[in-house]
């Protein structure tokens, strides 16, 4: 158990629909990454907050958004959902370099 | 642009033969390097890292990197696998704010 939470663990949706992953990070951690993995392109770096600040853009679709809250939750949104999309969506965090990731969460979009 | 290039997708290995897994990334600064696994089902762990002193670190489960800096290279080595090293190895390299994942290389381990 690396002390970071997600929910939910499973997602099932259709097309064009919205949704929100959540994501609870290790007591203390400052970062938060978010990460999706699926089999046509591996682990792909979303985005990472820190302390409430967006720090970093990876590969993030403008349909998808995130943001981190003063209690240092964060959500990831994804809209206007494609069958594409359908992947695991890992949170990380960190508070120096080292990331721990939490068990994921399955979304699947029919 | 900062990126790591793992080379074998996948390796098929029997018990006790010995596993090398490479890793080369791309960028001009300092960096911290890291090897991750995710096991069959599960979320990915810290197998071992680098950000400086001894280019031959050792992590857990008797795995061992080795930075090389003039190849830009992190190799992930294990003198003899088991059955239950049966999994996907992330290299990963940091530098700067961002964190950038390797396609991933998964290796099945047959008993």
């Known amino acids: 158990d690396s002390g970071v939470t997600q929910t939910p663990k499973h997602l099932i949706t259709a097309t064009g629909q919205r949704v929100t992953l959540r994501c609870s990070p290790r007591?203390?951690?400052?970062?938060v990454y978010w990460y999706q993995q699926s089999l046509d392109q591996g682990l792909q770096f979303l985005i990472q907050?820190?302390?409430?600040?967006?720090?970093a853009k990876g590969n993030i679709l403008e349909r998808f958004s995130a943001q981190q809250f003063p209690d240092l939750h964060s959500e990831l949104n994804l809209s206007s959902l494609e069958l594409g999309d359908s992947a695991l969506y890992f949170c990380?965090?960190?508070?120096?370099?080292?990331?721990?990731f939490g068990p994921g969460t399955r979304l699947t979009v029919l | 642009a900062q990126s790591v290039s793992q080379h074998n997708h996948h390796v098929i290995l029997s018990e006790a033969a010995s596993l090398e897994l490479g890793c080369n990334y791309s960028?001009?600064?300092?960096?911290?390097l890291f090897w991750y696994v995710q096991y069959p089902g599960q979320h990915l762990q810290l197998l071992l890292k680098y950000f400086s002193g001894d280019p031959l670190v050792k992590g857990i489960k008797g795995f061992e990197a080795e930075f090389i800096k003039s190849k830009f290279s992190f190799n992930l080595r294990k003198p003899s696998v088991q059955w239950s090293d049966t999994a996907e190895y992330f290299c990963?390299?940091?530098?700067?704010?961002?964190?950038?994942f390797g396609a991933g290389t998964r290796l099945f381990v047959k008993a």
């Open positions: 960028y001009g600064g300092t960096v911290n």
């Open positions: 007591s203390g951690d400052l970062s």
């Open positions: 907050y820190y302390n409430g600040e967006e720090r």
């Open positions: 990380a965090s960190s508070t120096e370099d080292e990331q721990f």
């Open positions: 990963a390299v940091n530098g700067g704010f961002k964190t950038i």
